[in-house]
């Protein structure tokens, strides 16, 4: 999807359409925030990387169902980790962003879960 192609007011539709999936296929104890673009970051307290993985999936096969006027089909890419012990913020984030461009590589419109030493992620 791209602002150059369908236009900002058409980008911001997917912003938003993007936001309330999120809003409705999480707890309310998880926290969804807009990191940038067309970025989003989920954080999901007590929640095991299965268990994440499953929410990820779940989200991602709303948006794919969805269809946009004047645009169609509209997919996610998702990067999913956990939490491990002595884990810092930014090393969490470097590889939650390793493991969507791992998900965008595999061919787009997929999760990719991993934790530290998973390889690639």
Same mark, same amino acid.
């Given at each position: 999807?791209?602002?150059?192609?369908?236009?900002?007011?058409? &980008?911001? #539709?997917? *912003?938003?359409?993007?936001?309330?999936?999120? $809003? @409705?296929?999480? %707890?309310?104890?998880?926290?969804? /925030? +807009?990191?940038? &673009?067309? #970025?989003? *970051?989920?954080?999901?307290?007590?929640?095991? $990387? @299965?268990?994440? %993985?499953?929410?990820?999936?779940? /989200? +991602?096969?709303?948006?794919?169902?969805?269809?946009?006027?004047?645009?169609?089909?509209?997919?996610?890419?998702?990067?999913?980790?956990?939490?491990?012990?002595?884990?810092?913020?930014?090393?969490?984030?470097?590889?939650?962003?390793?493991?969507?461009?791992?998900?965008?590589?595999?061919?787009?419109?997929?999760?990719?879960?991993?934790?530290?030493?998973?390889?690639?992620?």
């Amino acid at each position: 999807m791209s602002n150059d192609t369908f236009g900002h007011n058409k &980008g911001d #539709e997917i *912003i938003q359409a993007v936001a309330a999936i999120l $809003l @409705g296929e999480t %707890r309310k104890t998880d926290k969804c /925030i +807009r990191w940038g &673009g067309e #970025e989003f *970051i989920v954080l999901l307290p007590f929640c095991d $990387l @299965g268990k994440a %993985r499953d929410i990820a999936e779940n /989200i +991602r096969s709303v948006m794919a169902s969805r269809k946009f006027p004047d645009i169609g089909q509209v997919t996610l890419s998702i990067g999913v980790t956990e939490s491990v012990p002595g884990d810092r913020p930014m090393a969490m984030l470097d590889r939650v962003d390793k493991l969507l461009y791992q998900a965008k590589g595999n061919g787009k419109n997929r999760v990719a879960a991993g934790l530290p030493g998973d390889g690639p992620g």
